[in-house]
């Protein structure tokens, strides 16, 4: 993804880029689901949706289900759209919640396209007309990760890339200010640079095991470190959409792809092993397995500088809050797109650094806030990994979020940050966070007024989801493997 968009937003005058691959080290592979933004990378590289889609085996996301989390026997869906339409300027929310606290039992669902059409298996690309509910949500997509990874290199090599097949056994650095000099691989080669962006996982080849940037653990809120991974061959109708299941001991995902389903357990192994995960995930396979289970570790937080000294860390080597919400490859993104923004030249200049750390500081922090609700706000006591995130202690920043959607359903909103208004509402009402009142602006709006401008809202996103092919007819159209 670096080498893909900096070969196309870098003119080969200002630099050269060499892009460093091992075969013998791989990748995880197992970053399948994405959220809308993945859409906007995709066309600022012009590439073409369809023959993407068909390359990597991808389907359409209109969101993620949520399985057992706030309460065994509950579900709802996180959709990539928002609930209703405003009502003389308030937020829709807050018109539900006056109805919900007037006893209207109807569930927030109801008023959301993408969830309604999620659960009925279907998908079309969102109208460009803004006055119809067609157009009231996005989507993402699900991909085999193993192969978006070679078709972003042949886009990367096509534009003056240089790729060498190698494995990197030396770094060197330079006494006088600590900065990376050189790379030399295994077949002695040695390459010089200026700029540095280590791509290597967890691991940190260069911004830890040689810049030593020191890294900062959440396992304190976010207490899962170990994912066990398994295809399984494909049943049912094609869904668009990622399911997370909670389970004991941690959750479970499911990802349709055109071929296969992608599945894994994320889990603490202070409460469970190994071997016990992985009978978990085995058991709740949809069909056949297709692979042996993979074990992944991790710890999850980020490291203390995005950004240094001429370093940048992009993906997991600059940190990892875990796949609950399907934002590491957004994560990515964001660390190349602020990076093309504050591109350096040979100064680098430690302003330019310092503002590059604090916005990624940002974006790891919010969507820290996010993953990290979905755990505390839980009402499950039945195992005691649920014990423990329902008790302990959160961010202040958090802390503060939820005590204002509790007083009045506001939700903080931020210039950055992944996740915007619905996907906090969705989690808040998903997990029973309800807000105790409403906007003061319906207070002496008519019931009879309100409950009509809810009824009509319900009754297109109704009949606009109806109105949809099912995902399996439309990828079949639009770009069948």
């Known amino acids: 993804m670096t080498a893909a968009s900096l070969a196309r937003f870098l003119r080969p005058e200002q630099c050269t880029i060499r892009l460093v691959e091992s075969q013998e080290i791989g990748i995880v592979g197992v970053g399948e689901a994405t959220v809308p933004h993945i859409r ?17 085996h991808a389907t359409f996301k209109l ?23 405003p009502f003389h300027g308030v937020r829709f929310l807050h018109l539900w919640n006056r109805l919900r ?23 079309a690309l969102p109208s460009t007309d803004p006055a119809s ?30 790729r060498t097949e190698g494995r990197v056994v030396d770094v060197a650095v330079r006494g006088t200010d600590g900065f990376i000099e050189s790379l030399t691989l295994a077949n002695g080669e040695r390459i010089e640079g200026d700029l540095f962006i280590d791509c290597s996982g967890f691991f940190g080849l260069l911004t830890e095991k040689s810049l030593h940037t020191g890294y900062e653990d959440w396992t304190h809120w976010l207490p899962c470190d170990r994912a066990v991974a398994v ?86 080597s600059g940190g990892f809050v875990e796949p609950l919400e399907s934002t590491s490859i957004y994560l990515i993104q964001a660390a190349i797109t602020h ?25 790891f922090e919010r969507v820290r806030d996010f993953i990290v609700l979905h755990y505390h706000a839980t009402e499950r006591d039945d195992a005691p990994l649920w014990n423990y995130v329902r008790t302990m202690s959160i961010p202040d920043s958090l802390a503060y979020k939820m005590e204002l959607f509790r007083e009045r359903g506001e939700v903080v909103n931020y210039k950055l940050g992944l996740f915007y208004e619905p996907s906090w509402v969705a989690v808040y009402v998903g997990q029973r966070v309800m807000p105790k009142r409403f906007d003061p602006m319906l207070e002496y709006r008519p019931m009879e007024e309100l409950q009509r401008h809810a009824d009509q809202t319900r009754a297109a996103v109704r009949a606009g989801a109806s109105s949809l092919p099912t995902q399996a007819e439309f990828i079949a159209r639009y770009c069948g493997m």
Not at 40 to 56: H, I, P, V, W, Y
Not at 63 to 85: K, M, T
């Open 40 to 56: 906007f990378f995709n066309q600022s590289l012009g590439l073409d949706e369809a023959d993407f889609m068909r390359k990597t």
């Open 63 to 85: 969101g993620i289900e949520f399985v057992d989390w706030a309460r065994l026997g509950d579900a709802y869906i996180h959709p990539f759209g928002d609930y209703g339409r």
């Open 101 to 123: 606290l007037s006893g209207d039992a109807t569930l927030l669902d109801e008023y959301s396209l993408p969830v309604m059409a999620a659960k009925q298996a279907r998908f």
């Open 133 to 162: 509910v067609l157009s009231t949500f996005s989507y993402a997509f699900q991909f085999d990760a193993t192969l978006f990874a070679p078709y972003l290199r042949a886009y990367a090599e096509k534009r003056g890339v240089r």
């Open 231 to 316: 295809p399984c061959e494909s049943y049912g109708p094609l869904l668009p959409y990622t399911r997370s299941t909670a389970r004991s001991h941690g959750w479970q995902w499911r990802i349709p792809l055109q071929n296969r389903t992608g599945n894994g357990y994320v889990y603490s192994s202070k409460f469970v092993s190994d071997d016990e995960a992985a009978a978990t995930l085995l058991k709740h396979l949809d069909g056949k397995a297709l692979a042996e289970p993979r074990m992944l570790k991790f710890v999850t937080g980020r490291r203390k500088k995005t950004w240094n000294r001429n370093c940048v860390a992009v993906g997991l």
């Open 339 to 363: 990076l093309l923004e504050l591109f350096p030249d040979r100064n680098f200049d430690p302003v330019i650094r310092d503002e590059y750390n604090r916005i990624m500081d940002v974006e």
